[in-house]
């Protein structure tokens, strides 16, 4: 990943440009990173904090052999990938809170937003975006309760060329596994380095929010929580950890 690397001081967002990219035929691993976003997008159409010089912005253009279905797994495999290489580079503990955000000390240093293109039962491109905090002091209001960054976590300016170098050879060792011994066999990493599993979790999810205690992934990457009721299965929404 990463033979084709497309630079910005400045875009809109790195998926929308890798997007682009994939529609007009880039080759696979393309990779699009910019100093600043003006409008970086989150999950669940929230915006992405994403200053100049401060993170690490990029997209991933990926045309796996997969159908559809197998999107939402891309993301977990990615999680997998970074969160290896940031606790390799920097040594500070982190972990993966399903689906897809890298926690330290329970704030989001890391965000993963996949996009898919498909037709018919074939994948045409997937780009996978992700915002790593490396070196912001500092954040704006509304997220300051809930994020943190690299420099925050271990008290040292993170290098983030070093940092972007490991997480693209990071992502390529998930990337392989998955295509010759499937998902399964990165899903095994994932239960590991998970901060949600055997956990109480709340979910806001887009009929109800329930409460329960997260027990497993399942083969399609969906969250099982076990409730009064039974076991629920949780394939999107915001999952959050109770601390009560
Ligand atoms: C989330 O946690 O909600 C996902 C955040 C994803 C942010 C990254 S930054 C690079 C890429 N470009 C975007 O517009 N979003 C992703």
């Given at each position: 990943l990463g033979q084709e690397i497309h630079y910005f001081p400045e875009v809109d967002s790195t998926n929308n440009e890798a997007k682009k990219l994939a529609a007009n035929g880039c080759p696979e691993g393309t990779i699009v990173v910019a100093e600043s976003q003006a409008t970086g997008r989150g999950r669940l159409a929230r915006?992405?904090?994403?200053?100049?010089?401060?993170?690490?912005?990029?997209?991933?253009?990926?045309?796996?052999?997969?159908?559809?279905?197998?999107?939402?797994?891309?993301?977990?495999?990615?999680?997998?990938?970074?969160?290896?290489?940031?606790?390799?580079?920097?040594?500070?503990?982190?972990?993966?809170?399903?689906?897809?955000?890298?926690?330290?000390?329970?704030?989001k240093v890391v965000g993963i937003l996949t996009e898919m293109s498909a037709e018919m039962d074939a994948i045409n491109y997937v780009v996978i975006g992700m915002g790593i905090n490396a070196n912001m002091k500092e954040f704006p209001s509304e997220i300051a309760a809930t994020a943190t960054s690299l420099a925050l976590a271990t008290g040292q300016t993170v290098s983030r060329v070093i940092l972007l170098a490991e997480i693209l050879a990071e992502l390529e060792n998930v990337y392989t596994l998955v295509q010759q011994a499937g998902f399964e066999s990165v899903f095994a990493a994932w239960r590991q380095e998970s901060i949600t599993l055997g956990r109480q979790v709340r979910v806001q999810g887009f009929q109800r929010n329930f409460s329960g205690l997260a027990v497993d992934i399942d083969a399609d990457g969906a969250l099982l929580i076990k409730t009064a009721q039974g076991v629920e299965r949780v394939l999107a929404g915001d999952v959050s950890i109770r601390y009560d």
């Open positions: 915006g992405w904090f994403s200053p100049f010089g401060k993170g690490i912005w990029f997209s991933v253009v990926l045309r796996p052999p997969f159908g559809p279905m197998d999107a939402a797994k891309c993301t977990l495999m990615a999680a997998v990938g970074v969160n290896r290489a940031i606790n390799r580079v920097t040594g500070v503990g982190c972990g993966i809170k399903w689906p897809n955000d890298i926690l330290w000390n329970g704030r």
